[in-house]
C-alpha cells in the first residue's frame, strides 16, 4: 500500500486495521525524502531519532490498546522558524546557525501529545521575509509541480513537502501570506487561522501583531483536524483567545452561507489563467447552490502601503534581539579588537541576510523621530479602515472569496532583484492579517500549475470556511 | 516630490539598527528603499482625520497572569544559558562597552 500520499484520517484508518506500523510509515517518509529531497529541497534537516522515538512510542500505545489520538504516528513536517524542544530551529538565517530549540512551541507540544510524529523542519525566507523561500540563507527550495519555479514563500519548504507526498501535513507561519500563497504555488490546502486562535509561543517572532501559526495539508478536512489539534487559549500567549473552535463538518449548515464577491480583487494584472481557475470555482460553487454577492472593500489597494510599513516597524523591534551574542556568532572577536557598537554592526550586517536587511532598515526609518506620524502612525490608522471593510462586508456575507496570487508560481530568479515586484505577489492575502482574520487557500483546479483561491473568514469563524472549502473539494471528488 | 531617504540618512538607519551595509550594496539598497517609499506615497491621498489607529490585531484587553515563577521557563533558561556562545559563571560575556583607553 502507498503510504505517502494519504490524508491523515486514511493514515489513521490503516493505522489501527494494521495495514502498516508507525514505525514503518516513518521509514516510508524518510525513504520517499531521501528520494526525492535532493531535487526540490524542503528540509533544512530532518529529526530522524526524534521521528522514529515518536513513532515507536505510538505504536507502543496501540499493541498496549490505549486510546488512540487522530494524530497518533502521522508524519508531519516542521516549518524551521517553529521551535521543537533540543532540535535545530534557524528560521532560514545564519545568524541562528547554531541555536537549538529550549523549548518546544505550544502547537508543537500539543502535536507531540496527540502522538504526532516530527519528519524535519522545513526551509523558509529567512525569518519568513519573502514570497518565494529564495531569501533562505542555506538553500533554495524548487516548486515540486515545475522544478524551474519557486514553491512560493515563505513556508515554502512546508507547502513543497506536503505537495511531493515527503509528509502527510505541514506546520508553517503566516504573516502576510506566507502559508495561503504557497499553498496556492504547490497546489495544496493553506490554512492562516484568527489571529490569536493558535499559540504564537514558539514561534520566532517576525511581525507579532500579523503573525499566525497554520498548517498545510493535501485537503480541507485535513486542515480542520490539525487546526483543532494546535488551537486555544495559552497561557505563554497573552494574544491567544479562548472559543469553542466548532469545526465539524456539516453540508446542510453550508448551504445556508452567502459568499462575497469583492470586486477590488478581480482586477486588471491578474493573471488570465488564474481568473479562469477561480471563475472556474466559482461557478462550480455556484452550481452547488451557493450563493453569491458582489460586494465591496474600497480601501483594499491600499493594504501593501499600509503592511510595508507596520510589518518592517515590528520586523526591526523583534530582530533587535539577534546581536551576535546571545545566539550565534558570526565574527570572529579574537581576530581583531571590537567594541560592543562594532560588534553588533558586524554581526548582524554579516548575519542577516539582505532581505532581512532592508526590512529592519525601513522599519527603522518609519519607526523614526520626524517620520513616525507620516508613516507608522498614519498606516495604523489605514489598517483600522480596511478592517472596517470587511466589519461592514460580513454585516452581508458570511465568506469572501478571492484568488490567492495574481500570478502562478513564477521562474527561480525572477523577481529576487526587485523587491517591489516580490511584495506585489502578496496583495491579495496581505488585508486579511492587517485585519486579522481566518483565511484559506485551496486549488481552484488540479491540472497544469496549480492555482489557488482563497476564502476568508469572519473571526474565529474558521468553520465557515472550512466547510465550504470541504464542500467544494467533495463535490470535485464526485464529479 | 524628494524622497525623505538619502545617503546620509541611510548611514544614520544603519548606525541606529546596529546593521553594517557594505558600501558596494549601500547604492542599490538605497535605490529599493526610494522606490518602497514612492510607493507608499499614496497613502497620503486617503483620508484618516479622526480615525482610531489600529494597533494590533488582539481582542484581548489586559490578559493577566499570577506573577510566580515556574520550573517550566527555568528549564528553557538554564538550556539558553547552556548555549550563550561565551559565557562565564552562567553570565553571557560580551565584548568591552568602551575603547580601552589604558594605551
Known amino acids: 500500500m502507498e503510504i505517502n500520499n494519504l490524508t491523515i484520517g486514511k493514515f489513521h484508518e490503516g493505522l ?24 526540490i529541497g524542503a528540509y533544512l534537516r530532518l529529526t530522524k531519532d526524534l521521528a522514529f522515538s515518536q513513532a515507536k512510542k505510538a505504536d507502543a500505545d496501540i499493541a498496549e490498546g490505549k486510546k488512540t489520538g487522530i494524530l497518533a504516528g502521522v508524519p508531519l513536517a516542521i516549518k524551521d522558524n517553529i521551535l521543537i524542544e533540543g532540535e535545530p530551529a534557524t528560521a532560514a538565517s545564519k545568524i541562528l546557525a547554531n541555536y537549538r530549540a529550549a523549548y518546544d ?49 515563505s513556508s515554502g519548504g512546508s507547502a513543497a513537502a506536503v505537495a511531493a507526498d515527503m509528509c502527510v501535513a505541514a506546520l508553517g507561519s503566516d504573516t502576510g501570506g506566507s502559508i495561503r500563497q504557497p499553498a496556492g504555488f504547490c497546489g495544496v490546502v493553506g490554512l492562516k487561522p484568527t489571529y490569536g486562535s493558535v499559540s504564537r509561543h514558539g514561534l520566532i517572532a517576525m511581525a507579532s501583531s500579523l503573525d499566525q501559526i497554520g498548517t498545510l495539508t493535501k485537503t480541507v478536512e485535513d486542515a ?25 463538518y456539516r453540508p446542510e449548515n453550508v448551504k445556508k452561507l452567502k459568499i462575497g464577491l469583492p470586486k477590488e480583487y478581480f482586477i486588471e494584472g491578474t493573471d488570465k489563467n488564474v481568473l479562469a481557475a477561480i471563475n472556474g470555482a466559482i461557478e462550480n460553487l455556484k452550481s452547488l447552490k451557493m450563493e453569491f454577492k458582489e460586494i465591496s472593500l474600497p480601501r483594499t489597494k491600499y493594504a501593501l502601503s ?14 533587535a534581539r539577534f546581536d551576535g551574542i546571545r545566539y550565534s556568532r558570526i565574527t570572529n572577536h579574537e581576530s581583531r579588537i571590537m567594541n560592543l557598537m562594532d560588534s553588533y554592526l558586524k554581526n548582524r550586517g554579516e548575519g542577516f541576510g539582505k532581505e532581512v536587511k532592508r526590512r529592519i532598515i ?3 526609518f518609519v519607526l523614526s523621530s520626524g517620520y513616525y506620524d507620516a508613516y507608522y502612525a498614519k498606516a495604523q490608522k489605514v489598517r483600522r479602515l480596511i478592517k472596517e471593510d470587511f ?89 | 516630490m524628494p524622497t525623505p531617504i538619502d545617503e546620509k540618512t541611510l548611514k544614520r538607519l544603519e548606525e541606529l539598527a546596529r546593521i553594517e551595509i557594505k558600501s558596494d550594496a549601500e547604492n542599490k539598497l538605497l535605490k529599493d528603499l526610494q522606490k518602497i517609499l514612492e510607493y507608499f506615497e499614496e497613502l497620503k491621498t486617503i483620508d484618516t482625520e479622526n480615525v482610531e489607529p489600529m494597533a494590533g490585531g488582539t481582542v484581548e484587553t489586559n490578559v493577566f497572569r499570577e506573577d510566580k515563577p515556574s520550573d517550566k521557563r527555568q528549564t528553557a533558561s538554564d538550556r539558553l544559558i547552556e548555549q550563550f556562545p561565551e559565557k562565564e559563571n552562567g553570565f553571557l560575556k560580551v565584548p568591552a562597552v568602551f575603547e580601552n583607553n589604558n594605551e
Open chain 1, 16 to 39: 489501527l486495521k494494521k495495514q502498516f506500523s508507525a514505525f514503518e510509515a516513518t521509514e516510508a517518509f524518510f525513504n520517499r525524502i531521501g528520494e526525492k529531497d535532493g531535487e
Open chain 1, 105 to 153: 512551541a505550544t502547537a508543537v507540544k500539543k502535536l507531540k501529545d496527540g502522538g504526532a510524529v516530527f519528519l524535519g523542519k522545513t526551509n523558509m525566507d529567512e525569518f519568513a521575509m519573502g514570497s518565494s523561500t529564495e531569501n533562505s540563507a542555506f538553500k533554495i527550495t524548487k516548486n515540486p509541480r515545475d522544478l524551474e519555479r519557486v514553491p512560493g514563500g
Open chain 1, 306 to 319: 499600509c503592511y510595508y510599513i507596520i510589518m518592517p516597524a515590528e520586523v526591526s523591534a523583534n530582530l
Open chain 1, 362 to 364: 525601513l522599519g527603522t
Open chain 1, 391 to 479: 466589519d461592514r462586508a460580513f454585516e452581508d456575507v458570511d465568506a469572501i472569496l478571492t484568488p490567492v496570487s495574481p500570478t502562478t508560481a513564477f521562474k527561480i530568479g525572477e523577481k529576487t532583484d526587485d523587491p517591489l515586484a516580490m511584495y506585489l505577489s502578496d496583495i491579495f492575502t496581505i488585508p486579511v492579517n492587517l485585519a486579522g482574520l481566518p483565511a484559506l487557500s485551496l486549488p481552484a483546479k488540479t491540472d497544469g500549475l496549480p492555482v489557488g483561491f482563497q476564502l476568508i473568514g469572519k473571526p474565529f469563524r474558521e468553520a465557515d470556511i472550512l466547510g465550504i472549502g470541504r464542500f467544494f473539494e467533495e463535490s470535485g471528488r464526485k464529479s
Open chain 1, 224 to 248: 480542520s483536524i490539525l487546526f483543532k489539534a494546535i488551537a486555544g487559549k495559552d497561557e505563554m500567549d497573552a494574544t491567544s483567545v479562548n472559543y469553542q473552535s466548532q469545526v465539524d
